[in-house]
C-alpha cells in the first residue's frame, strides 16, 4: 500500500521544478498586481499549495497503465461507477474476512486505510484555502467537492480519453470523503493561522522596507523584453512573408518605439503598466527624451548583449551542421553536455554570452548593494520607478473611504436630530453647501425639510448656533406650534 502512494510522490517531485519555472512568471505578475510585493511568506505558501495539488492530481492518476489490447476486460470491474453511498463499510467488512478484531477490521485492513488516506488528500487543500485564500466554510465545502469530482471524472473517462476504458472507480464514496477531508483542514487550519503570520502583515512589512521591489521591477523588465522579442520577430515575419527582407531598423525602431515613446506619452513602458509602475524624474518634473533615451541605451547595453547571445547560441544549436553523437552528448548531465555545448559555439558568439553575462551580473550586483536599490540607469538618467495603487491596496483604500463616509453620515444624522444646524454642518466635515448636509441628515423627502435647510444655509453665522424652532414638533406640512421662526415659517410657504 505505502509503495502505491510514494511513485506519485515522486512523479510530482520530479514535474514540480518545472512546472514551478514556468509558472514563475505569471506566478509574479499576479502577485505583484495583486498585493504589490512578492513577499516571502506568500511564495512559499503558493508554492506549496503548487507541490501539494500537483501530487494530490498525481495521485489520482498514477501508476499509468499500460494500453494493452484487453485492457478493458482488465478493468472490466471498475468500468461502471459505484453510486451507492456507504460501499465502503462494506468493503471494510469484506476485507476483514467477516472477523471482528482491532487488526482485522482498522490496523491491517487495505480498505480503511485508503478511506484515510482519500480523507488526508484533500485535507491540505482545506487548509490552503483558509490561511492563503482566506475562503469561508461553506466556500471551501463547495471547492472541495468540485476538485473531487474533478478527481472521480478523470479517473472515470480514463483521463479524459487518454485510455479507451477507465482504470479506476469512481466512488461516491471517495467523493464524500475527499470533500469531508477539505472540511476537516478548514477546521483545523484555525489553530494553525493563529500560530502562522498573517500574510497581510509580511506583505504590509516588505512593502514598508522596499515601496518598489527589486524583484517587481526585474518582473517588468521581463516582461518588456519579452514582448519587444516577441514584436520584434512578428513584424520581421510579417516583412519576410510579403515577399521582402526585414529591414534592419525594425528592431531598433521596435526599441524606441517600446522603450522611448510610450514612456514619454503614458509614463511607463507595457511591462511597467502591467507591473503597476510608472517612471518619475528625481527632481519630480516631466519625463523629457534626452533622460528616456539615455536610460533606454543603458538598459539595452547591459541586458542586450546577453540575449542577443542567448539568441545566436539557440541558433547555433538549431541550425549548425552537428557531428554524429553530439546530441547523445548534450543530453548527458553534468559538465560534459555542457562543454559540448559551448565548443559548438564560435569565439565571437561565446565572447558575446560572456560579456553579457559579465554585465547583466554586475548590474545586478550593483543594484542589490545600492541602499534605494537604484540601479545604474536608474541613477545615471535621473529617472526611477514610483508604484501604482496595488489591487488590494485600491480594495482598502476604497473600503476605508466607506467608513469614512458611513462615520460622517452617522455624525451628521445624530447632530440633526439633536437639533443643531452647526452642529450638523461641521459633522458634515465636506466642501458641498449646508443645505444638502442638513437635508440629507434629515433623511426626508418632504418640502420642511429643504426650507429649514435653505433658511439655515442662508441664515448668518450667528444665528446657526440657535435652534430653528423653539418649541412645538414639525410636522409633514410645516412647524405645528406657535412659536416657530418666522423665517422659516415664510420659507415654508414659499415652498408650498
Not at 498573517?198 to 521581463?222: C, H, I, Q
Not at 410636522?475 to 420659507?491: D, L, M
Request: glycine letters at 10%.
Amino acid at each position: 500500500m505505502a509503495t502505491a502512494y510514494l511513485l506519485p510522490i515522486k512523479t510530482a517531485a520530479a514535474l514540480f521544478p518545472l512546472l514551478a519555472l514556468l509558472l514563475l512568471l505569471p506566478t509574479a505578475v499576479v502577485l505583484y498586481r495583486r498585493h504589490g510585493v512578492m513577499s516571502r511568506g506568500r511564495t512559499l505558501s503558493l508554492y506549496g499549495f503548487l507541490y501539494y495539488s500537483l501530487t494530490a492530481f498525481c495521485m489520482t492518476i498514477v501508476p499509468l497503465p499500460k494500453q494493452t489490447g484487453d485492457m478493458c476486460e482488465r478493468f472490466a470491474p471498475v468500468a461502471h461507477p459505484q453510486w451507492m453511498p456507504g460501499n465502503t463499510f462494506s468493503d471494510i467488512w469484506k476485507e476483514a474476512h467477516h472477523k471482528v478484531g482491532l487488526n482485522s477490521l482498522v490496523l491491517q485492513n487495505p480498505a480503511v486505510a485508503g478511506t484515510v488516506f482519500n480523507l488526508l488528500l484533500l485535507l491540505p487543500l482545506g487548509v490552503f484555502l483558509r490561511y492563503h485564500f482566506a475562503r469561508s466554510l461553506r466556500a471551501t465545502a463547495v471547492i472541495g467537492f468540485v476538485v473531487a469530482m474533478s478527481f472521480e471524472l478523470t479517473q472515470w473517462t480514463g483521463v479524459w480519453g487518454l485510455y479507451s476504458c477507465p482504470y479506476r472507480l469512481f466512488d461516491v464514496d471517495d467523493l464524500i470523503v475527499n470533500t469531508a477531508g477539505a472540511v476537516a483542514g478548514w477546521l483545523l487550519a484555525g489553530p494553525v493561522a493563529r500560530m502562522l503570520p498573517a500574510l497581510e502583515a509580511l506583505d504590509g512589512r516588505a512593502l514598508a522596507a522596499r515601496p518598489v521591489p527589486f524583484g517587481r521591477r526585474l518582473t517588468a523588465l521581463v516582461v518588456d523584453v519579452a514582448g519587444y522579442v516577441v514584436a520584434s520577430v512578428f513584424a520581421a515575419a510579417v516583412t519576410t512573408y510579403q515577399g521582402g527582407a526585414a529591414p534592419s531598423w525594425i528592431p531598433v525602431g521596435i526599441f524606441v518605439a517600446w522603450f522611448i515613446l510610450l514612456p514619454l506619452a503614458t509614463g511607463a513602458t507595457p511591462g511597467k503598466r502591467l507591473l503597476l509602475l510608472k517612471l518619475v524624474s528625481d527632481d519630480g518634473g516631466p519625463l523629457v527624451p534626452w533622460r528616456l533615451t539615455l536610460r533606454a541605451l543603458l538598459l539595452g547595453a547591459l541586458v542586450m548583449p546577453f540575449l542577443s547571445g542567448l539568441f545566436l547560441a539557440m541558433l547555433t544549436l538549431l541550425h549548425e551542421p552537428w557531428p554524429s553523437g553530439l546530441f547523445a552528448t548534450v543530453r548527458d548531465s553534468g559538465a560534459q553536455g555542457a562543454a559540448a555545448v559551448l565548443t559548438a559555439l564560435s569565439p565571437i558568439q561565446l565572447l558575446a554570452v560572456m560579456t553579457g553575462f559579465a554585465l547583466t551580473a554586475t548590474c545586478v550586483r550593483k543594484t542589490l548593494r545600492h541602499p534605494d536599490r537604484l540601479a545604474p540607469h536608474d541613477r545615471i538618467s535621473g529617472i526611477r520607478n514610483a508604484p501604482l495603487p496595488h489591487r488590494r491596496a485600491k480594495r482598502a483604500g476604497a473600503q476605508d473611504g466607506g467608513v469614512r463616509a458611513a462615520a460622517q453620515d452617522g455624525g451628521v444624522r445624530a447632530a440633526a436630530r439633536a437639533g443643531g444646524v452647526r452642529a450638523a454642518a461641521r459633522a458634515a466635515d465636506q466642501s458641498g453647501p449646508v443645505a444638502v448636509a442638513v437635508a440629507r441628515a434629515a433623511d426626508q423627502s418632504g418640502p420642511v425639510a429643504v426650507t429649514v435647510a435653505r433658511a439655515a444655509d442662508d441664515a448668518p453665522a450667528g444665528d446657526l448656533d440657535r435652534p430653528l424652532v423653539s418649541t412645538g414638533p414639525v410636522g409633514p406640512s410645516g412647524p405645528t406650534g406657535p412659536t416657530g421662526s418666522a423665517e422659516v415659517q415664510r420659507s415654508a410657504a414659499d415652498s408650498r
